[in-house]
């Protein structure tokens, strides 16, 4: 199995910018379809983003579209979240989440293995 751990988290202004890592271990990325969701105080986890295992395939929340962007360096075993325009609304727990499907999924439960996550705070 893989094992994922996020950085890049911080505190901001809104309409700044941040790159979240997830850095894989035990297994190659590149068998797994990634994603990333986040979680609000007092709110169930959402789905944010997702990239197929060779990258060529990206899917957004409509919240997201336009200001983030998912990455995946395979050769590196690392999955990138580039966010940017950030707004308040954007604070949340943001973790990272592997699957083995062949499917770019926005479904939780479709994603098997999972980061502890990283606090992405956004004030205005």
């Known amino acids: 199995q893989v094992q994922l751990v996020e950085s890049g988290g911080g505190l901001l202004q809104a309409g700044g910018s941040l790159r979240l890592s997830c850095a894989a271990s035990?297994?190659?990325?590149?068998?797994?379809?990634m994603g990333w969701f986040r979680q609000a105080p007092g709110k169930e986890r959402e789905f944010v983003a997702a990239?197929?295992?060779?990258?060529?395939?990206?899917v957004y929340a409509d919240s997201v579209k336009g200001r983030f962007t998912i990455s995946r360096d395979n050769a590196k075993n690392t999955l990138f979240l580039q966010m940017s325009n950030l707004r308040p609304e954007d604070t949340a727990v943001y973790s990272c989440?592997?699957?083995?499907?062949?499917?770019?999924?926005?479904?939780?439960?479709?994603?098997?293995?999972w980061g502890q996550g990283t606090q992405v705070t956004v004030s205005s």
């Open positions: 035990g297994r190659t990325l590149d068998n797994y379809v």
């Open positions: 989440a592997a699957s083995t499907l062949s499917v770019v999924s926005m479904v939780v439960p479709v994603y098997i293995y």
């Open positions: 990239v197929s295992r060779w990258g060529d395939r990206t």
